[in-house]
């Protein structure tokens, strides 16, 4: 079963600051990485992913940084904002099931003015 | 495109009563998913769908479990003689593929199961 160990649990920013969340994997064959954003009472919203034939990938406020050799990968956000108040989960491939993903246990971000 | 839908949003029942959830995938998306998230931890993996077919199921998906995706489309997740360690809220993901690997999931709301 892949193991997802992602940090911190919990983490409280100043808007404007840069939100920082990692997670580390085991084993898998497939590189396809996600991160999810879910609300309180909704199902989770994919964020932005990354297959890493490249090390990063930045969508707006949003980067991933992918570290293959160190299996770690993390999700940085730019000039955080209330409206980020959420909680992220990163995934990775499930080993010996390349269709299914391993969520990490999350992390619950608020965003104060 | 509306995106994955759940039915009901909230079910509330008594321990040893059978429920069913309904999910409506993101149409002519050919994989499914259910998943159950507890508080404070992410989803699970409970099984898996491409077509009609039931690829896949997770230890956690007990004998009281089952899951079923007729003709391709819809899935509905049964659970019999509920107990109070499936309170939980069961979330459905669809996803496009045509060949293997890994793809981009989308989830519905979430159906939250509450038992008494």
């Known amino acids: 079963q892949q193991q997802v160990k992602q940090s911190p649990q919990s983490l409280i920013v100043q808007k404007g600051g840069i939100s920082i969340i990692n997670c580390a994997y085991e084993?898998?064959?497939?590189?396809?990485f996600p991160w999810y954003q879910q609300f309180p009472g909704k199902g989770p919203a994919l964020l932005i992913a990354?297959?890493?034939?490249?090390s990063e990938k930045k969508e707006g406020r949003f980067t991933i940084s992918f570290n293959k050799s160190a299996k770690q990968f993390s999700l940085h956000i730019m000039d955080s904002q209330p409206g980020d108040s959420a909680t992220y989960f990163c995934?990775?491939?499930?080993?010996?099931?390349?269709?299914?993903?391993?969520f990490g246990t999350g992390t619950k971000l608020q965003v104060i003015p | 495109d509306t995106g994955v839908s759940q039915d009901p949003r909230h079910k509330i029942t008594k321990r040893g009563q059978n429920v069913t959830f309904r999910c409506d995938p993101i149409?002519?998306?050919?994989?499914l998913y259910w998943y159950r998230q507890t508080l404070g931890q992410g989803p699970e993996f409970l099984t898996y769908?491409?077509?009609?077919?039931?690829?896949?199921k997770s230890r956690l998906l007990s004998d009281r479990f089952s899951a079923e995706r007729p003709k391709g489309s819809f899935s509905t997740l049964e659970i019999q003689r509920t107990e109070q360690g499936d309170s939980a809220m069961y979330l459905c993901?669809?996803?496009?593929?045509?060949?293997?690997?890994?793809?981009?999931?989308?989830f519905g709301p979430g159906t939250r199961l509450t038992v008494l």
């Open positions: 769908f491409q077509n009609e077919a039931q690829l896949e």
């Open positions: 990354i297959r890493p034939d490249v």
């Open positions: 084993n898998t064959a497939f590189d396809y």
């Open positions: 149409s002519e998306h050919n994989r």
């Open positions: 995934a990775a491939p499930s080993k010996g099931g390349y269709q299914k993903v391993t």
């Open positions: 993901a669809s996803s496009f593929s045509l060949a293997g690997g890994t793809d981009t999931q989308y």
